[in-house]
T-cell receptor
Framework: NAGVMQNPRHLVRRRGQEARLRCSPM?????VYWYRQLPEEGLKFMVY????????ESGMPKERFSAEFPKEGPSILRIQQVVRGDSAAYFC???????????FGPGTRLLVL | LAKTTQPISMDSYEGQEVNITCSHN???????ITWYQQFPSQGPRFIIQ???TKVTNEVASLFIPADRKSSTLSLPRVSLSDTAVYYC????????????FGSGTRLSIRP
């Protein structure tokens, strides 16, 4: 059973461009979570999705950030008009139900020039 | 969601037992206690989870006193490869389902 997959592993964007981060949950997992980690800090929750629904987006910046988890395909975290402060590692986690352990992917490291 | 407090860093030597204690004074009745390990440039890896008393797996043990206001992760006979950041987390398994990460404990193992 493959683990949580994220791609790309590294992404470089210039200010003002768009960044799209993809997450494929573990097989059988329908709950997906996105976290952001700045250097030397812990992970910060961004958004929790279940197939086709956003359950909790309390950690997501109100502007430029959006997330989706379509019926088919991976979950996408989209950052529009990136700024240097968006540079961070973005981790995705999945779980089979909301009450079970979350398993994390390897992360996508975004660098905004 | 309960906040956790754990030491910022710890040092130990290969072959020693390491105990990392986490405080979570306002833990809720439904909350579980979970520990993750994170190596540089990798995602957090689940280590162990418990609700009360003692839990043991092939990697670690978790000790939880009766009042559940703290917990201790015990790593037996550590090696250099155990050098990582360890996060203690509480909650995340009730209605909110999001995990609140603290700053973690940076464990350094020396030869």
């Amino acid at each position: 059973n493959a683990g949580v997959m994220q791609n790309p592993r590294h992404l470089v964007r210039r200010r003002g461009q768009e960044a799209r981060l993809r997450c494929s949950p573990m097989k059988g997992h329908s709950h997906v979570y996105w976290y952001r980690q700045l250097p030397e800090e812990g992970l910060k929750f961004m958004v929790y999705l279940q197939k086709e629904n956003i359950i909790d987006e309390s950690g997501m910046p109100k502007e430029r950030f959006s997330a989706e988890f379509p019926k088919e395909g991976p979950s996408i975290l989209r950052i529009q008009q990136v700024v240097r402060g968006d540079s961070a590692a973005y981790f995705c986690a999945s779980s089979p139900t909301a009450q079970e352990t979350q398993y994390f992917g390897p992360g996508t490291r975004l660098l905004v020039l | 969601l309960a906040k956790t407090t754990q030491p910022i860093s710890m040092d130990s030597y290969e072959g020693q037992e390491v105990n990392i204690t986490c405080s979570h004074n306002n833990i809720a009745t439904n909350d579980y206690i979970t520990w993750y390990q994170q190596f540089p440039s990798q995602g957090p890896r689940f280590i162990i989870q418990g609700y009360k008393t003692k839990v043991t797996n092939e990697v670690a043990s978790l000790f939880i006193p009766a009042d559940r206001k703290s917990s201790t992760l015990s790593l037996p006979r550590v090696s250099l490869s155990d050098t990582a950041v360890y996060y203690c987390l509480v909650g995340g398994y009730s209605s909110a389902s999001k995990i609140i990460f603290g700053s973690g404990t940076r464990l350094s193992i020396r030869p």
